[in-house]
């Protein structure tokens, strides 16, 4: 039986501040949000108003709310019934979950046996969520920033729609909830060290390297668990 976790426990957050005047930044509502999370400033069972998300962050809150529909089709919050607000259900264990769809996605790309030589160059996807963690004093696992290159390079091999989705709903959360101040405010410990980790990463790119697809899946599953939270399941987790 596993015991209680204690509820993570809400960082000092400064006191937020904007120029009226100040022009508004070219930056994702939903990854300002997600930026929110990682940091503590929302924890799981807390309610996110789309006027106030605005207001701190200098943001229509129309843009805001398209936002926070792209968010809760991640799965990472939830409708209050008639109240117009969302409520965080990110919890330690949803990157897990994150990690597994992506898992049936890039499952899908090997299946399809690309070429990686041929395959696109992932900078231009890598760039915006690499400018937030910069902006916002992020940073990731080595091993996580190189599945998530690795990943979002075959997922730019779909189509154009199902391209946008996996990286609004799957990528960009990953890419932020999987940062180091992430794991360490929200108490996550990954199951195995990040040696292992990286190692396991190593071989899925080797594997994609040479058309080995076939081993792809199964290395992503090794890598899902590897990366998963070093705790038992119970039965509320998220599939």
Request: charged letters at 25%; aromatic letters at 4%; a negative charge.
């Amino acid at each position: 039986m596993s015991a209680t976790l204690p509820r993570p426990t809400r960082p000092a957050q400064p006191h937020r501040t904007r120029d009226s005047h100040a022009p508004r930044p070219a930056v994702d509502p939903a990854g300002l949000m997600l930026v929110d999370i990682a940091t503590g400033r929302y924890l799981p069972g807390d309610e996110i108003d789309a006027q106030v998300v605005a207001r701190e962050h200098g943001l229509r809150p129309v843009d805001v709310r398209i936002a926070l529909y792209d968010l809760r089709r991640a799965g990472l919050v939830t409708g209050v019934p008639f109240s117009g607000t969302r409520v965080v259900v990110w919890h330690r264990r949803t990157n897990e979950a994150l990690m597994r769809r992506l898992g049936r996605v890039l499952a899908g790309v090997a299946a399809a046996s690309p070429v990686l030589e041929t395959l696109p160059e992932p900078a231009e996807t890598r760039l915006p969520a690499a400018d937030l963690l910069v902006r916002h004093g992020l940073a990731l696992p080595a091993d996580v920033e190189h599945f998530l290159d690795l990943a979002r390079t075959m997922v730019d091999t779909l189509p154009a729609d199902e391209r946008v989705r996996v990286h609004s709903e799957l990528l960009l959360p990953l890419t932020v909830l999987s940062t180091t101040t992430a794991l360490h405010v929200h108490g996550v410990v990954p199951a195995l060290p990040e040696g292992v980790r990286g190692a396991i990463v190593d071989l899925v790119e080797a594997a994609a390297h040479y058309g080995d697809w076939a081993d792809v899946p199964g290395l992503v599953a090794d890598y899902t668990v590897a990366l998963g939270v070093d705790e038992p399941r119970s039965p509320g987790d998220p599939a």
